[in-house]
């Protein structure tokens, strides 16, 4: 069976990718230099899987190890390139620091994968090239138009994108699939693999269930003066599982060769949007566990509302996110539980 080389694979939406990609029958080996992950979520895909992937640990920056891996596993037939930093408030106090991560990293994953002749790679970009969309364009789909990024680090989704589009006009043996994810939330239902915050949580989720578990004293929520139902802002908020299988299905649509254009573009989202209070609401429903919450001021740089329109991938990719709201709040939920059980 063929191998997929997956950077960032022991990342939150990575393992959760590695389960699935091992489950459909693909050898995976993992490149990650455990900048803000944990070796142990190894265990938690082996236990899930039956097998533990293959594992390197190395900077995605650093030609050498790049090429040792690409030289070492020659039945590498794709790349899904999800190592980056992802902490927006971080990366507008350390911009270096993400362009170097980020589009440095993208660029050796790139250079290596041409030396050896791999043709395929999935990349991971963002809803945040679209900021906040006029009302016209929501829910927003692929031909939207892009803003001005609002961070670093939203601003190396969109270098990155071009990167990869350049470098595949450029060469017409390179195939490549752009994901934008919206907001990717739970865990595995086996609740062995998850998201594993550093810190305090920036995210919604997370820092929903810290607070659940008596972690965190009380939730803030930014804002209840935004123009939607409730006040509260609008996200489209995606399975982790759901997403994780939208990249199987884009590595077997490259390798079969049923791609229309060298480099195609995928939205990923439910096409459903939620406001914070509606998740916050939901989670209390279904876990029967009280989160106190306050509603301060908003939060600086934060989009009103964004949803996805997800046709495109409903219907090219022939993948849909429809796990219910209920099903993953109480994953990540059940998550939270094992993580604390274990400490
Ligand atoms: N929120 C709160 N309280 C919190 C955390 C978040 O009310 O403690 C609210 C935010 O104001 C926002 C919503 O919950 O309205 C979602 O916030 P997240 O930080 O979870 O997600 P964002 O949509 O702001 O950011 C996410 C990713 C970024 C990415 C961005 C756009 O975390 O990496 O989407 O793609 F850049």
Redesign the pocket.
Request: some cysteine.
């Given at each position: 069976m063929a191998r997929i080389l997956v950077t960032g694979g022991t990342g939150y939406i990575g393992s959760h990718t590695v389960v699935e990609l091992m489950q459909q029958g693909y050898d995976v080996i993992i490149v990650d230099n455990l900048s803000n992950s944990n070796q142990a979520v190894l265990d938690g895909i082996a236990a899930i899987v039956g097998t533990c992937p293959e594992f390197v640990q190395a900077d995605c920056c650093d030609s050498a190890a790049m090429d040792d891996v690409f030289t070492r596993y020659s039945d590498i037939v794709s790349v899904i390139h999800f190592a980056a930093s992802?902490?927006?408030n971080e990366s507008v106090e350390q911009p270096l620091k993400y362009y170097r991560n980020n589009v440095m990293s993208l660029i050796t994953v790139l250079e290596t994968m041409r030396k050896h002749a791999i043709t395929n790679i999935v990349f991971s970009s963002?809803?945040?090239?679209y900021g906040q969309p006029d009302a016209q364009y929501l829910p927003v789909d692929e031909t939207a138009p892009l803003q001005k990024a609002l961070?670093p680090?939203?601003n190396t989704?969109q270098i990155n994108e071009d990167i990869i589009r350049d470098t595949v006009y450029a060469d017409k043996s390179l195939r490549a699939t752009i994901l934008r994810?919206?907001?990717p939330i739970g865990a595995h239902p086996s609740a062995l693999i998850g998201e594993l915050p550093n810190g305090v949580?920036?995210?919604?989720?997370p820092?929903?269930t810290q607070t659940a578990i008596g972690l965190r004293a009380e939730?803030?929520?930014?804002?209840n003066d935004y123009n939607t139902p409730d006040g509260?802002?609008?996200?489209d908020y995606i399975y982790v599982v759901d997403l994780a299988k939208a990249h199987v299905k884009a590595v077997q649509r490259m390798l079969s060769g049923d791609a229309d254009e060298p480099v195609e573009l995928f939205n990923l989202g439910t096409g459903c949007g939620l406001s914070?209070l509606e998740?916050v609401n939901t989670f209390m429903q279904v876990t029967g566990v009280k989160v106190p919450y306050q509603i301060v001021g908003?939060?600086e740089g934060?989009?009103e509302q964004?949803w996805a329109k997800a046709d495109k991938a409903n219907h090219i990719l022939g993948w849909k996110a429809d796990t219910p709201i209920e099903q993953v709040l109480m994953s990540a939920w059940q998550w939270e539980k094992k993580l604390r059980s274990n400490n």
């Open positions: 992802k902490a927006v963002s809803c945040t090239v961070s680090y939203g989704k994810y919206f907001n949580p920036q995210n919604l989720l820092y929903v939730l803030k929520i930014f804002g509260s802002c609008i996200r914070v998740i908003r939060r934060d989009i964004v």
